[in-house]
DNA sequence: CCTGAAATTGCCGCTAA
DNA sequence: TTAGCGGCAATTTCAGG
């Protein structure tokens, strides 16, 4: 897990669009799909998460069915954006469970934090305890998901 | 894959840490990490993809290793909310590889889109002449991704 | 291609309602 | 007694050299 950009050859994309869509699909099995045998397949794939390019693998949990129904964004600007404001927030924001994904963004609001609740009772809580006393936030804004069109999935390669 | 909620005992939520966590680990391992044989857990894991639990495994791909540095979050809002036009404007998400993940939201804007692009041209190319001619688009608000603090990650179980 | 390890399955025993 | 759960052991398949 380092460095920048590796160069990655058709087989390459074929692997991880295999790996994307099934994570614990047998090398074997996945070797035949892309057209190798296993042994150079599974050096691709070592390649690959040495170079970073496959960050880990993950079983992808449904929030909904394990009592996790309330999903939110909320984007937030901070006060400050003296840098150690910012890595204060940051380190909250790592502490807080909840916050399943967190961005730094463009634009007006400073970040956009992807949120998970068991219900607004919990949300609430999160947003008025910890969030608003977070160092440095001056604003937030949440926005609530009623739905998941397309629940995250696969990078196109 | 189906249903509600199923009942899930703390040894259930072990295994989905841990599956979370390295979502290729040998139900071996694993079944040791959480103070069990190997059959029984598998029994558990197998349950809880049925239920759909786990919706699937997938390897997480890094958007900036594979030549997609850009991303961006879009909020969306359509003109009409006729079930017709949410139907079409759904699809036409759906064909776009670039929006890997979508919701419908609550608040003013009616959908938040994922997105990622190999640079502004191809963002662009997307936000003017896909997106915005997506049935019954009526505006959209863009915002970049500088950095991401908090790859998605884990739900809190 | 080969060897050790892992996944999977059948079968049995235990416990609680 | 029976449904539910765990474990052992045998078999098949896979990982890694």
Redesign the interface.
């Known amino acids: 897990m380092a460095k920048?950009?590796?160069s990655?050859d058709e087989i390459d994309r074929r692997i991880?669009r295999a790996?994307?869509?099934?994570?614990?699909i047998a090398v074997t099995l996945l070797a035949e799909q892309v057209g190798l045998s296993a042994t150079p397949c599974l050096r691709r794939i070592r390649r690959m998460e040495e170079?970073?390019?496959?960050?880990?693998?993950?079983?992808?949990?449904?929030?909904?069915?394990?009592?996790?129904p309330i999903?939110a964004?909320v984007q937030v600007a901070l006060s400050s954006h003296a840098e150690e404001v910012a890595a204060a927030f940051?380190r909250a924001?790592?502490a807080r469970?909840?916050?399943?994904?967190?961005?730094?963004?463009?634009?007006?609001?400073d970040?956009?934090l992807?949120v998970?609740a068991s219900d607004f009772e919990a949300y609430a809580e999160f947003a008025l305890k910890a969030l608003l006393r977070m160092p440095g936030v001056k604003e937030t804004r949440s926005?609530?998901?009623?739905?998941?069109?397309?629940?995250?999935?696969?990078?196109?390669?």
């Open positions: 920048s950009t590796i990655l991880l790996l994307q869509q099934d994570g614990r170079a970073g390019v496959i960050a880990r693998y993950t079983a992808v949990v449904d929030p909904t069915r394990v009592g996790l999903q964004f940051h924001l790592e469970s909840e916050v399943v994904a967190a961005y730094a963004m463009s634009g007006g609001m970040y956009m992807h998970v926005s609530f998901v009623l739905m998941a069109l397309k629940p995250p999935g696969a990078v196109p390669i």
